[in-house]
C-alpha cells in the first residue's frame, strides 16, 4: 500500500515550452500533496504546498506563475512548468500525505531537461 | 529555503563495519525521518520518530530523536553492499507540513 505515482518519469522539451507532471496517490486519498526540486548532487528543497481544492502555498523565491499547481481531486496534483527554460531542468519530486496516518510518501520522481 | 545540517557529507567504509550520522537544526522539529536515496529514483522512508529522546530501531538501523528536539542520529550495524546510496534525514514542525531536508550522507562502501 502507499503507493505515489509521476508521470512522466522523464521529459525533455525546448525552452520557452511549458510542461505539466502529474503526482497521483494509488491507494489512499491525500489532501495535500507536496512538490519538491532537487538538483544534481543536492538535497531535495520544499517548492510547494498542494492542498485540493484550494491554491497552493508556495515557498520563498519559487515563483507561483511559473510554476503552476492544481489540486483536482483527492488522489492527483499536477505540476506546470511554464516557458520553461535551461535552468528549470531538475529532478522533481512529489509526496502525498495520507489523510488518515499523515505519514508522507514520495514518488519516484521526474526528470526534466530543458533544451 | 533553510537545510538541515548533515554530517558526514560522505563516508568511505568496509562492508561490516558500523555507520553513524547525524543531523543538527537552529529550530525545532516535532518529527525526524530518515530516508535513503538512490540514484534516479524518490527518497525511502528508512525511520520516523515522534518524540523528543525516542529511540528506534528497524533492522540494522537505529535512530534517535535528540531531546532538545533540534537534533537526530542514524547509525547502520554491520553494513552490506546495499547500503549504499545517499542517506537524508528530515524534519517537520505539524503533522500537515512539508518536510526540510539535510543535505545527504553519501555512503560508499568498499569490497
Known amino acids: 500500500g502507499a503507493v505515489v505515482s509521476q508521470h512522466p518519469s522523464w521529459v525533455i522539451c525546448k525552452s520557452g515550452t511549458s510542461v505539466k507532471i502529474e503526482c497521483r496517490s494509488l491507494d489512499f486519498q491525500a489532501t495535500t500533496m507536496f512538490w519538491y526540486r532537487q538538483f544534481p548532487k543536492q538535497s531535495l528543497m520544499l517548492m510547494a504546498t498542494s492542498n485540493e481544492g484550494s491554491k497552493a502555498t508556495y515557498e520563498q523565491g519559487v515563483e507561483k506563475d511559473k510554476f503552476l499547481i492544481n489540486h483536482a481531486s483527492l488522489t492527483l496534483s499536477t505540476l506546470t512548468v511554464t516557458s520553461a527554460h535551461p535552468e528549470d531542468s531538475s529532478f522533481y519530486i512529489c509526496?502525498?500525505?495520507?489523510?488518515?496516518?499523515?505519514?508522507?510518501?514520495f514518488g519516484p520522481g521526474t526528470r526534466l531537461t530543458v533544451t | 529555503g533553510q537545510q538541515l545540517n548533515q554530517s558526514p557529507q560522505s563516508m568511505f567504509i568496509q562492508e561490516g563495519e558500523d555507520v553513524s550520522m547525524n543531523c543538527t537544526s537552529s529550530s525545532i522539529f516535532n518529527t525526524w525521518l530518515w530516508y535513503k536515496q538512490d540514484p534516479g529514483e524518490g527518497p525511502v522512508l528508512l525511520i520516523a520518530?515522534?518524540?523528543?529522546?525516542e529511540l528506534t530501531s528497524n533492522g540494522r538501523l537505529t535512530a534517535q530523536f535528540g531531546i532538545t528536539r533540534k537534533d537526530s542520529f542514524l547509525n547502520i550495524s554491520a553494513s552490506i553492499p546495499s547500503d549504499v546510496g545517499i542517506y537524508f534525514c528530515?524534519?517537520?514542525?505539524?503533522?500537515?507540513?512539508?518536510?526540510?531536508f539535510g543535505k545527504g550522507t553519501h555512503l560508499i562502501i568498499q569490497p
Open positions: 520518530l515522534y518524540k523528543a529522546g
Open positions: 528530515a524534519g517537520r514542525w505539524g503533522g500537515a507540513d512539508g518536510l526540510t
Open positions: 509526496s502525498a500525505t495520507d489523510d488518515g496516518s499523515y505519514e508522507q510518501y
